[in-house]
Structures are given as structure tokens and as C-alpha cells.
């Protein structure tokens, strides 16, 4: 798939250790709108207009391993969206004013390179990792 500007929304269900916890972060935090929901058991959100699912499993959550990436700690399993520069700017503003905790704190890779991108990582209550990036040119997302 080569056109970057059409993709199809993704799905993906992870763990949380409660539910409503992921509701005010997912909602309030990020900002997502609700979909379905089994109060206690799972929630949908709409998630930069991909569907995920939390789904109470305590006994799966945190984060163990991690990969050196750019002198970085980056948890090697984590899930994100690319947004445009500005809205991620927004974002990595907002995050910052309500004192959200950085993994790696918004910063800019590769700048004035190909490939240049801005990066965030942080967790969610239920220490899934999360990474926000966005790129100077969108069509340098899969180049080599």
C-alpha cells in the first residue's frame, strides 16, 4: 500500500487494569469519543479514527522490554498514530500542560533530514506504552 492519505482504520484490543480508568484517560486525556461499551468489562474508542478496545485484564498489563533506540529507552511493545505536525504540536502541548509523565519527552528526530519526524512516548494508567509521531513530509513515513 503506497498512498499514505487513504489507509483504512486499524483495530486493536489491548489490556487495561480497569476499565473506567482507560475511560478517563482515553477520553478525557486523548480526547477519544466512546463507542461500545460493557461497563467493567471493555470500551471502544474512536482513536484518531481507528477503532481500540480496552479490555480489563490486569493480569497482562506493564512494560517489560525495551529497545535502544537513539540513545532512548523505547518499550518495545507500544501503539501510536501519526499525526500532522500541527496536531501533534497540540498534543505534545496539551500533554505537557496537564502534566503528563514523558517516556521520551516531544522531540524532533532527523531534523532537516529525510525521514524528519516528531516523537512522544508516554503510558497510560494501565502502563501501556503509547508513541504519537508525526513527519515534516508525510510521503518519508516508509522510506528506507
Known amino acids: ?41 471493555w470500551c471502544d474508542f474512536n482513536f484518531y479514527r481507528h477503532q481500540i478496545v480496552a479490555h480489563k485484564a490486569p493480569e497482562e498489563c506493564g512494560c517489560d522490554a525495551y ?11 507500544h501503539f501510536g498514530v501519526v499525526l500532522p505536525m500541527d496536531e501533534w504540536q497540540q498534543l505534545a502541548d496539551r500533554l505537557t500542560g496537564l502534566g503528563i509523565q514523558f517516556i521520551i519527552d ?14 512522544m512516548f508516554f503510558m497510560d494508567p494501565s502502563e501501556n506504552a503509547i508513541e504519537i509521531k508525526a513527519f515534516a513530509n508525510i510521503e518519508s513515513l516508509f522510506a528506507k
Open 1 to 41: 500500500m503506497s498512498n499514505t492519505h487513504n489507509i483504512p482504520p486499524f483495530h486493536l484490543a489491548f489490556p487495561v487494569r480497569d476499565v473506567e480508568e482507560a475511560r478517563t484517560f482515553y477520553g478525557e486525556v486523548l480526547g477519544c469519543t466512546e463507542g461500545r461499551c460493557a461497563p467493567g468489562e
Open 67 to 77: 529497545s535502544d533506540v537513539d540513545s532512548h529507552k523505547v518499550p518495545a511493545r
Open 106 to 119: 516531544p522531540y524532533v528526530r532527523f531534523k532537516g533530514e529525510a525521514g524528519e519526524q516528531a516523537t
